[in-house]
């Protein structure tokens, strides 16, 4: 069971990443007005993996004067790190790979190793411009890991819970068939008062960025924050490609620079999956039931049916997809921030807002039992 | 001028507000990536109507047209061509190698009526070479040398850029110079027994 699990996320997740990366050449080229690749398949879509098959027939290169052990493992520090965070997502209502109760906070210290990979690859490569990127990468990612860890925090108090599987539930129609949540009740925007219970109508009203609209702009803080932890634009100053060359990886080549690669478009989806689960419904369909027309229950399926599964990952995936072309979206559109002003952000916008919203997120709580 | 426009706008909304704009921006051209430039002529009179769409040129498969008189590629029409050496001495970069053989028989005129009296067992143009200045085709007599408006001839041998003109086969060229060899003999051996008998008379 643990080895069927490891194969279809690892699975899973290389699909995603490249569909994400043949994605990305497309959205670029057509928002450039380019055609992007044509050649390679159909609408060049084999091109991402012919590049990656290209990739493993090169030369690995290690450099003279590099630091041998560390140049080595960094790469798959970095990779098993992104990887290890797929564990604990659960892919429909009766499927994850790995069940644990302390999911959100697992994940956040999983994820947080990640820098120790990319200052391991810079240090090691004893090359200046990685060593910058690496510095700059550390510095933005430990800055940002404190704005989305307190969004994430304001999700946990709403959830009273941190486990994915349990705070998935609670976003739909199926929240009663959880155990220990067979008494809870949701109710319309999480005010008690109004007196409106969404317990059965599930899809949009359920979803966490409804049940306590304030997480709406933790959601934003998160996405904006998890930008920065994935080193994408307009954060991507650690890889500046015009400044730096590609930062902390500009010596690796071959199978490592094909590991970085992957880890990296990895890690977007990872935090675009953690954004869809914590905010925007999980599993859960976006489609509430009016009386009669019960689309929830329809587009849901009941726990531990085939149905199920196939919905729960088709709704998972979906709108993980949504979310990654706002990314792609946002590299571009917008031009690279300055180091002072990313900081700025970080420190000076989004983290006293993240603060903010902690303290209204438990007042909000209160509200909703 | 619009003085608005240059003030220097930093408030919160005024921030949100051209982020959402340049996200349209590009949305827009996302969204019309359906459409398509069409490979038209610039005297087409859509040519600058078309301002929506992916522009770039899937070259070998679709191609933009050029004028009917393009000047490209060189041509020879041999036929035409009375071995003058015109074109080879004005080439700046001495692209063309000529080689001329006297012709011992009456070999035609050109279309245009001028007289045919040497061969060209050589007539090469480096086309990696040329520059394509056109000199050559101005100064030719015959108006045998002209440009045509093919663009695209890459070769995977440098040696196949260098194109051969002549009509000659080599064995054919080296008939017509021992042909020439022997009237010059001829015509050698003749005057030396003009001048013997001149001798003898004198
Ligand atoms: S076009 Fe110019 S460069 Fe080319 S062969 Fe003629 S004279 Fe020479
Ligand atoms: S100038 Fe014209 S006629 Fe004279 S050799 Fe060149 S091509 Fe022939």
Not at chain 1, 101 to 107: A, E, M, Q
Not at chain 2, 13 to 34: E, I, P, R, Y
Not at chain 2, 55 to 79: C, F, M, Q, S, W
Not at chain 2, 119 to 140: N, R, W
Request: with cysteine; aromatic share 10%; charged share 15%.
């Amino acid at each position: 069971m643990a080895l069927l699990a490891f194969v279809l996320t690892i699975s899973l997740m290389l699909l995603i990443v490249i569909v994400v990366v043949y994605a990305e050449r497309k959205v670029a080229a057509f928002m450039q007005d380019r055609l992007g690749p044509t050649e390679a398949g159909p609408y060049g879509t084999l091109q991402p993996l012919l590049d990656v098959l290209k990739l493993l027939q090169k030369e690995d290169i290690i450099p003279a004067a590099a630091d041998k052990k560390m140049f080595a493992v960094a790469p798959i520090l970095i990779f098993a790190a992104v990887f290890a965070g797929f564990a604990v997502i659960p892919l429909s209502p009766s499927l994850v790979p790995a069940g644990v109760g302390i999911g959100v906070f697992y994940l956040l210290a999983i994820i947080s190793l990640d820098v120790i990979g990319l200052l391991m690859a810079g240090w090691g490569s004893n090359n200046k411009y990685a060593m910058l990127g690496a510095m700059r990468s550390v510095a933005q990612i430990v800055s940002y890991e404190i704005p989305a860890g307190l969004a994430l925090l304001s999700v946990v108090m709403i959830c009273q819970s941190l486990d994915f599987q349990e705070i998935s539930y609670q976003q739909g129609v199926l929240m009663n068939l959880f155990p220990g949540l067979e008494q809870e009740q949701n109710w319309l925007f999480g005010l008690k008062a109004l007196g409106f219970e969404t317990t059965t109508v599930g899809g949009l009203t359920t979803w966490n960025i409804f049940r306590a609209p304030i997480l709406l702009v933790a959601f934003v803080i998160y996405f904006i924050a998890s930008l920065a932890e994935c080193n994408r634009a307009p954060f991507d100053i650690p890889e500046a490609e015009s400044e730096l060359v590609a930062g902390f990886h500009v010596e690796y080549s071959g199978f490592r620079f094909a590991t970085f690669f992957l880890a990296e478009y990895a890690m977007m989806v990872l935090v675009c999956l953690v954004a869809v689960i914590l905010f925007l419904g999980s599993w859960n369909t976006p489609l509430p039931n009016f009386g009669p027309l019960a689309l929830a229950n329809w587009t849901t399926g009941t726990p531990g049916g085939m149905a199920s599964v196939l919905w729960g990952g088709f709704w998972l995936i979906s709108k993980t997809l949504v979310l990654l072309f706002v990314q792609l979206w946002a590299r571009w559109t917008y031009p690279r921030l300055r180091v002072d002003q990313l900081m700025h952000l970080c420190w000076k916008v989004l983290t006293p807002i993240a603060i903010g919203l902690v303290l209204l997120a438990g007042i909000w709580r209160l509200l909703m039992v | 001028m619009d003085k608005s426009v240059v003030k220097h706008k930093v408030g919160f909304w005024d921030v949100v507000k051209s982020l959402v704009s340049g996200a349209k921006l590009t949305l827009q051209h996302f969204l019309h990536a359906d459409k398509r430039r069409k490979p038209m002529y610039i005297s087409d009179e859509n040519y600058f109507e078309q301002q929506e769409g992916l522009v770039t040129l899937t070259y070998p498969y679709e191609a933009l047209p050029v004028p009917d008189k393009g000047r490209y590629r060189l041509h020879n029409e041999i036929d035409d061509c009375i071995v003058c050496d015109l074109c080879a001495k004005i080439c700046p970069v001495n692209c063309i190698t000529i080689e001329s053989v006297k012709a011992t028989e009456d070999i035609g005129v050109t279309s245009d009526g001028t007289k045919k009296r040497l061969y060209a067992p050589t007539f090469d143009i480096d086309m990696a070479k040329c520059c394509y200045c056109g000199l050559c085709t101005t100064v030719c007599p015959t108006d045998c040398l002209t440009m045509t408006p093919v663009y695209d001839f890459p070769e995977v041998d440098i040696k196949n850029m260098v194109y051969h003109f002549t009509d000659l086969t080599p064995e054919q060229a080296d008939e017509k110079k021992q042909l020439l060899e022997k009237q010059q003999e001829e015509m050698a051996a003749a005057k030396a027994a003009a001048l013997a008998a001149r001798k003898q008379q004198g």
